[in-house]
């Protein structure tokens, strides 16, 4: 099982950025699959999260600024990040979880985890 994060970089406030985490070993299809992120000094927190029916839940400062999305066929897990601001700052992992559970923030619920990428949101 291998989540594979891709996308991050540096980007001017005000940007945007697409995230990318490609699965293989298991179906994404049947899971249910986050992002969550992590600042310096800061706890792991969800961004947004996707049912297998393809439901969405977002943390609640976040909703209309970012965008998570699968394909089922490629096996990949999406994240469209708009109007980035300095304290989007983070290093951003995927995770998979039990798809019989609503996609929460709760990183018990997620078994895998990729190895995240870095997004610096800075002029």
């Known amino acids: 099982v291998q989540l594979v994060e891709s996308g991050g970089g540096l980007v001017q406030p005000g940007g945007s950025l697409s995230l990318s985490c490609a699965a293989s070993?298991?179906?994404?299809?049947?899971?249910?699959m986050g992002w969550f992120r992590q600042a310096p000094g800061k706890e792991r927190e969800g961004v947004a999260a996707?049912?297998?029916?393809?439901?969405?839940n977002y943390a609640d400062s976040l909703k209309g600024r970012f965008t998570i999305s699968k394909d089922n066929a490629k096996n990949t897990l999406y994240l469209q990040m708009n109007s980035l601001k300095p304290d989007d700052t983070a290093m951003y992992y995927c995770?998979?979880?039990?798809?019989?559970?609503?996609?929460?923030?709760?990183?018990?619920?997620?078994?895998?985890w990729g190895q995240g990428t870095q997004v610096t949101v800075s002029s």
């Open positions: 995770a998979a979880g039990d798809g019989r559970l609503w996609p929460g923030f709760s990183t018990w619920q997620y078994n895998y």
């Open positions: 070993g298991f179906t994404i299809s049947t899971r249910s």
């Open positions: 996707i049912a297998s029916s393809g439901l969405t």
